[in-house]
């Protein structure tokens, strides 16, 4: 069974930064590509990041690109994302994907 669990949200100003994390199992996470989607309140979820499993090469939502950085850990199964720069846009529910499955999110606030 995939699990998916995110972690690592919480409140922040405005140009502060966050680094989440994504644990998972059931899957070979070292070959898979993983990604990171988020849903802000009232708005449809939005692809945020992808990391490819040969060569790690990355992709960004444009929104996001040269603030955030999506990583894996591959001896602990772990995704992670370095948020930095934070803004209020930036607010949203995040998960982290795996092809279909998108496992529970964690709570990013960017607030004055």
């Known amino acids: 069974e995939v699990q998916l669990q995110a972690s690592g949200g919480g409140l922040v100003q405005p140009g502060e930064s966050l680094r989440l994390s994504c644990a998972t199992s059931?899957?070979?996470?070292?070959?898979?590509?993983m990604s990171w989607v988020r849903q802000a309140p009232g708005k449809e979820q939005e692809w945020v990041a992808t990391?490819?499993?040969?060569?790690?090469?990355?992709i960004y939502a444009s929104s996001v690109k040269g603030r955030f950085t999506i990583s894996r850990d591959t001896a602990l199964n772990t995704l992670y994302l370095q948020m930095n720069s934070l803004k209020p846009e930036d607010t949203a529910v995040y998960y982290c994907?795996?092809?279909?499955?998108r496992g529970q999110g964690t709570l990013v606030t960017v607030s004055s």
């Open positions: 990391l490819y499993a040969n060569g790690d090469r990355t």
């Open positions: 059931g899957f070979p996470f070292r070959t898979s590509v």
């Open positions: 994907a795996q092809g279909t499955n």
